[in-house]
């Protein structure tokens, strides 16, 4: 019987050697990769999730547990039939332009994937040309901007307006986050949305893509 109980124990705490030891363990007994993924590792991640939220757990160790389910990922991957977990939806993810900032993103981005979201991160400095070339390309159900300086949150702005130029607005969802950034200036812009920490923006993503 596979230990899902240790393997959420390990994402919790950021195990990754412990982690990947034990989901190498229950793949050589035969257990189902999704109840490895499900039972297991996203079990602990949702904890983690709601210890973040609380204040109880800080952004490294966040970072060491999403490591720690990314690096068991790896090896549960492959074995689900057609190579891929069932995708919930894609999402953009980027630093505005100007700003160089990257933590808060990469977070974002783990959480989002660990709840089965496609996650396309573009960067940092990311223009909003770019970004409207992303959904032409991409085709992503939402965009997500983050920025960490007061003086790049307006290239939020900028970015929605030339989606709307292009005509590409009514098909993407547009959110927002960054510790500057608050709810009233997301309703400001026109954003469909803001967040003010990864868990709420994955959980904001999930609502956003079930209501389309």
Do not use: C, Q, Y
Not at 187 to 204: F, H, N, T, Y
């Amino acid at each position: 019987m596979a230990d899902f109980e240790g393997l959420a124990d390990g994402v919790i705490k950021g195990e990754i050697e412990k982690t990947v030891d034990l989901t190498h363990k229950a793949v050589d007994e035969g257990t189902d990769p999704m109840d490895i993924i499900n039972k297991g590792l996203m079990k602990g991640m949702n904890i983690v999730g709601e210890r973040f939220k609380a204040g109880e757990m800080f952004v490294p160790e966040v970072l060491m547990s999403a490591k720690a389910m990314t690096a068991s990922m790896e090896i549960v991957k492959p074995l689900i039939v057609g190579g891929g977990l069932p995708s919930k939806g894609r999402v953009v993810l980027g630093t505005v332009k100007g700003d160089l900032h990257d933590i808060g993103k990469k977070l974002v981005g783990m959480i989002m994937e660990s709840a089965g979201i496609e996650v396309i991160n573009l960067g940092t400095d990311i223009a909003p040309e770019e970004f409207a070339e992303s959904v032409k390309e991409k085709e992503p159900d939402v965009i997500g901007m983050s920025a960490l300086l007061t003086t790049t949150m307006l290239s939020m702005k900028d970015t929605i307006e030339v989606l709307e130029e292009e005509g590409l607005r009514d098909k993407v969802k547009v959110i927002v986050g960054g510790a500057p950034v608050t709810k009233d200036f997301a309703d400001e812009i026109g954003a469909d949305g803001w967040a003010p920490d990864a868990v709420s923006a994955k959980d904001l993503v999930l609502n956003l893509m079930e209501n389309k």
